[in-house]
């Protein structure tokens, strides 16, 4: 489990990286609200930390990881939803559900994965 985590926040960090250099084709869009955008740009530092935090098996990569896709589902929501007013099913609707599947499946595995990550403050 915790090695698809590290999988989906590695492939998020490349995913967002390339929404901020301007390589994504359905990237964002230039009117999406600034707060939106400096969201979707932290991730690119989030996404990496919470992959090497989990590569390092602590326990603080598994709570970030929860809070990332947790917000990143509410925000794509958001873009996709509110912003977006195409009619229908989208590009982006599908990945909204996709990261929404993606964090409840994680929030939901946590309790079961904690007990083999380090806890802070512990050796070992």
Do not use: K
Request: aromatic share 8%; net charge positive.
């Amino acid at each position: 489990m915790v090695i698809a985590a590290v999988c989906v926040f590695a492939y998020g960090g490349i995913v967002h990286l390339g929404d901020v250099l301007g390589v994504r084709p359905r990237g964002p869009s230039p009117t999406m609200p600034v707060w939106l955008m400096w969201y979707f740009t932290s991730l690119t530092v989030f996404d990496p930390l919470a992959v090497l935090l989990l590569a390092l098996r602590r326990l603080e990569g598994l709570l970030l990881g929860c809070v990332v896709l947790a917000s990143d589902a509410v925000a794509n929501g958001y873009a996709n939803y509110v912003l977006d007013t195409a009619p229908g099913i989208t590009p982006g609707r599908i990945g909204q559900a996709f990261i929404t599947v993606l964090a409840v499946a994680l929030i939901a595995a946590a309790p079961r994965a904690a007990p083999w990550l380090h806890r802070p403050g512990r050796a070992g």
